[in-house]
């Protein structure tokens, strides 16, 4: 069977960093086509925002289940590849319900049971990454930065295929790229995993029953209902201005180039700021981005801003997230408090953004109420913040 019983070397082999390389492109390369053209695709259903709206709730759901169900099982069986191959199958294979069904409840389905078998796949990739890179860990972020550059070229891409075609292209561009996905892990050798130097009693909970976390969550949270406006309705929103798909292909991918450039500079700005400050500025940049984006994306300069301020609301942010999960739960709860945070964040927060978000803009008749919205949670998300003592948030 391929990638069985692999040895260290073939583990750490140039061709299996490569594979793990192109694995990264396509996954992240599939959220450059969905994250910001599943809107379209549905408008072009006959889809109201609404019921978009109500469609990427349902399906954010999933990704409050779907990493901890996954994890755990990963975890009990011990075979990370074993997961991976089968989430990627099973992603492909539901996916392509979309060109058999229709109708609200239909591709809800569609892309609901998708979305689950989608989350077995990045937290096995990561694992994967770094048990084969164990023996020179920087090799891991020049693995990694090609996901980012999937990302960018996969948006470009379908930008310019909803132009020359329909806005049904992402669905045909997505499932190459989810068939190549699960081909490429078929090739992947598994490196030796690191056996646990401890085990861990007690609970999560009593760390995360705790005034500064709960705070550290809420703004999260609410950060992530003000981002279901611009991954919902972003490239709907550009071509009713009158841009083209490859412009807002163009704009998406600077976002992530901007996003890149900023991982690079984050632990120096996290070092002059601290914690706490740089999560507060990375959200009161967040919300002046929605608001300017609800009263002036008629300019194209104001576009361009926008998407370069990216780089706080979601990269830097991000960064600091992790690093603040990292710090306060330390080894013993680390990747429980991981998973905690991206379920309840992204998922929770997430689904009532998209409901929300989908209720107010009303087939972009209400789109600046739906950035103001955005913008009032991102303010409530500083808020929070602000009542943590900043030497909390250090360790």
């Known amino acids: 069977m391929l990638g069985a019983s692999a040895s260290p070397r073939q583990a750490n082999s140039k061709v299996n960093l490569i594979l793990l390389a192109i694995t990264y492109l396509l996954y992240f390369g599939q959220l450059g086509v969905l994250v910001p053209y599943l809107g379209v695709f549905l408008d072009g259903r006959g889809f109201s925002s609404q019921q978009i709206g109500e ?3 349902l399906i954010t759901i999933t990704r409050i289940l779907g990493p901890n169900l996954w994890a755990s099982m990963a975890d009990k069986s011990g075979k990370g590849l074993a997961i991976l191959r089968l989430g990627s199958l099973l992603t492909v294979s539901t996916f392509c319900l979309v060109f058999w069904l229709d109708g609200f409840w239909g591709l809800t389905l569609a892309f609901a049971l998708m979305m689950m078998f989608w989350t077995a796949v990045l937290p096995q990739l990561e694992v994967l990454t770094l048990n084969c890179v164990a023996s020179d860990p920087s090799r891991y972020s020049r693995i990694r930065l090609w996901g980012s550059v999937g990302f960018i070229i996969l948006t470009i891409i379908t930008g310019k295929a909803i132009d020359i075609s329909s806005s049904e292209a992402p669905i045909y561009v997505s499932a190459v790229v989810l068939l190549g996905l699960f081909l490429a892990t078929l090739f992947i050798y598994e490196g030796p995993s690191k056996a646990k130097s401890q085990t861990t009693e ?7 029953n705790t005034a500064p976390f709960i705070l550290f969550m809420c703004s999260a949270i609410f950060l992530q209902v003000s981002f279901a406006t611009y991954y919902g309705f972003f490239a709907l929103y550009t071509r009713d201005l ?23 500079l984050a632990g120096k700005l996290i070092k002059i700021f601290g914690l706490k400050w740089i999560l507060f500025i990375s959200i009161g940049l967040t919300a002046i981005r929605w608001y300017v984006l609800g009263v002036a994306a008629e300019y194209l300069w104001i576009l361009i ?66 950035f103001l919205f955005s ?21």
């Open 55 to 57: 469609l990427f709730a």
């Open 202 to 208: 007690g609970s999560i909970w009593r760390k995360a």
């Open 242 to 264: 009158g841009y083209s798909g490859q412009t807002t292909g163009l704009l998406l991918a600077l976002a992530v180039a901007a996003e890149i450039v900023i991982f690079l």
């Open 305 to 370: 801003l926008s998407q370069i301020i990216h780089a706080f609301s979601f990269g830097m942010h991000h960064a600091a997230s992790i690093k603040f999960i990292h710090d306060y739960f330390g080894q013993a709860y680390q990747s429980r408090g991981q998973a905690l945070y991206i379920s309840i964040a992204f998922g929770f927060g997430g689904a009532v953004g998209n409901y929300a978000s989908g209720y107010l803009w009303q087939q972009g008749v209400g789109s600046y109420q739906a």
């Open 375 to 395: 913008a009032v949670t991102a303010l409530l998300a500083a808020l929070f913040l602000l009542g943590v003592p900043a030497k909390r948030m250090s360790h």
